[in-house]
């Protein structure tokens, strides 16, 4: 069975988010099962890869060309789609990110002919089950929400100028939505099947709470919805043969933990006190602005914070001033340094993750794979990947008297270490999903 793979990110090519640790996994896996797996990906600037040919398709009512290119990572094939404006220094947050997407698509649905599978990501390649249905190519389609906030919504004159695709389709393929174009609507009414990252954020997307405004159409799709919980690399994270650690450990030669703790925070010139670490985006989804309001409280509480992270341009300036002001208590890093990030999971106590809404999350599998137990919000992946008191901690509401609580119970376990070895155990490898998935084609494909 051939499954094409189209998606906008794919670790280590390009990466925003978790979307591109999914399409740079799970592919591997599959190929492990006996899979065939292509990514087709855009040709960003700074990806090297070989020329191998080119692609004509319609765009605003002209013919255009795409150069191809190719590279293969770890035994799985990459299509690159070389299309002009998405040579730039990174994949999002440009104004015409929409126009791109949906020519990236396009251009693909002439590649992806002869796949029994062709498996889209989020609302950047949501046009595919549409374009499917519309006879561009065959095969069967999933698709796969990996973050319902990011919908792909655009003004609808100028989508069908772009497109070309006929007036009638608005109406009749999910395209509409309260008088524009949403794509990731498309995506789950055209898709055969539609998936998501986490079983507990599959029932979420159902809710007015959580449907972001899509819940009516998820519920009326809900047969073929279905959550897959993400996995992890275990390869790459694996604090026993991490390069980025000078002190390798597991959970039955647990020394080495102790030993990056004492070197992060000689590092970042924190006090010896219990530490926990957080790295993240700061972003509403992930609630760092509670952090920030739970601060003093914290400091109370006798913690260090170590974070790393990047995003909402007052949250950096706000961490700034609080490092200063909290010398030796709190250490901030501005941005994201991956050798930094992979020594805060091995040399943090604990791990902070008050997220309002998470689909899977990565960071708390990353942290429980480090001997580091989370404290986390009980919600979405979070919420099926970690058990209070045995994994890791969670607390419910988010606001700053969560987030106080969710510490309050880390710190009063009495054997904290016991929970760090047993969370190091779990296995959160993509061994499963990836059946999962398999089982899911081969339901399709029939």
């Known amino acids: 069975m051939r499954v094409a793979f189209v998606a906008s990110e794919a670790f280590p090519f390009a990466k925003v988010g978790g979307l591109a640790d999914v399409v740079g996994s799970l592919p591997q896996a599959l ?10 990906l855009p040709w960003y600037w700074g990806i090297e890869g070989y020329y191998v040919g080119e692609v004509w398709f319609s765009f605003a009512g002209q013919r255009e060309k795409a150069g191809l290119g190719h590279v293969e990572h770890r035994g799985v094939r990459y299509v690159l789609v070389g299309l002009g404006d998405f040579a730039r220094e990174r994949p999002y947050g440009y104004p015409d990110d929409f ?41 069967r389609t999933v698709y796969t929400i990996h973050n319902l906030a990011y919908q792909g919504v655009w003004n609808s004159h100028e989508f069908y100028a772009w497109t070309g695709l006929p007036g009638e389709t608005y109406y009749g393929a999910g395209l509409e939505h309260h008088g524009s174009i949403n794509l990731m609507k498309a995506g789950i009414v055209n898709a055969d099947a539609v998936t998501t990252v986490s079983p507990r954020y599959a029932w979420e997307i159902t809710t007015p709470e959580g449907g972001e405004g899509l819940d009516g159409v998820l519920r009326a799709h809900q047969g073929k919805l279905r959550g897959i919980l993400n996995g992890l690399d275990t390869e790459y994270w694996n604090p026993a043969a991490d390069p980025y650690l000078k002190h390798p450990y597991d959970a039955d030669n647990f020394a080495g933990k102790a030993l990056n703790r004492k070197e992060l925070l000689a590092e970042l010139g924190l006090e010896d006190r219990p530490t926990l670490g957080l790295v993240s985006r700061f972003a509403y989804q992930k609630g760092i602005d509670l952090v920030v309001e739970a601060v003093d409280g914290l400091m109370d509480l ?7 992270g990047s995003g909402d341009a007052g949250l950096e300036r706000t961490f700034s001033w609080l490092a200063e002001r909290l010398k030796g208590r709190l250490a901030y890093v501005q941005g994201y340094h991956e050798a930094l990030a992979h020594r805060i999971y091995a040399g943090s ?12 999350g990565l960071a708390q599998l990353i942290a429980m794979r480090y001997g580091t137990p989370p404290i986390v919000r009980a919600v979405g992946g979070l919420l099926d990947t970690v058990q209070h008191w045995e994994t890791g901690f969670m607390f419910d509401t988010p606001d700053v ?17 016991s929970v760090a070895k047993k969370a190091m155990r779990k296995d959160f490898s993509w061994d499963g999903p990836a059946r999962a998935y398999l089982a899911l084609y081969r339901e399709l494909a029939g």
Request: a positive charge; hydrophobic letters at 50%; proline letters at 5%.
């Open 31 to 40: 190929k492990r099962l006996g899979l065939e797996v292509t990514i087709f």
């Open 99 to 139: 126009r791109r997407f949906a020519r990236f698509a396009l251009a693909t649905a002439e590649l992806v002919r002869g796949f029994e599978i062709v498996h889209a990501h989020d609302w950047q390649a949501a046009l595919l089950p549409l374009l499917r249905n519309l006879g561009w190519f065959q095969g």
């Open 302 to 308: 006798g913690v260090n914070l170590a974070v790393l």
């Open 349 to 360: 106590d604990g791990f902070l993750m008050p997220s309002r809404f998470e689909p899977c």
């Open 401 to 417: 008297g969560g987030v106080l609580h969710g510490v309050r119970e880390f710190l009063k376990h009495p054997d904290r270490e």
